[in-house]
Nanobody
């Protein structure tokens, strides 16, 4: 089992920045892929960014490229999402997720473990 706990959400004005953190605990050695997803009211959950723990490969959704940065601290078993130049359309609940497989990074079906989510609200 893996437990994920997110933190760092909040309310900011457009153009502002936030840094989300996700601390993993439990059987973290099984994790092959760590991802950030978001879900706005009435919309499907979508992949934002992900990092493969074995290769270090990183992927981003087109909508956040150049603005968001995913990184991880192996020693702390923590993955971060630095969000800059935030837009109102970035408003959503953000979730951290962990996968023990090597499937498609943006597919929710590929992830076995999920955090409880942290709210990000961007006002215009």
């Amino acid at each position: 089992q893996v437990q994920l706990v997110e933190s760092g959400g909040g309310s900011v004005q457009a153009g502002g920045s936030l840094r989300l953190s996700c601390e993993a605990s439990g059987n973290t050695y099984d994790i092959n892929l760590l991802g950030w997803f978001r879900q706005a009211p009435g919309k499907d959950r979508e992949g934002v960014a992900a990092i493969y723990t074995t290769t270090g490969a990183i992927y981003y959704a087109d909508s956040v490229k150049g603005r968001f940065t995913i990184s991880r601290d192996n020693a702390e078993n923590t993955v971060y999402l630095q969000m800059n130049s935030l837009k109102p359309e970035d408003t959503a609940m953000y979730y951290c997720a962990a996968s023990t497989s090597s499937g498609t990074w943006y597919s929710t079906y590929n992830y076995k473990y999920w955090g409880q989510g942290t709210q990000v609200t961007v006002s215009s």
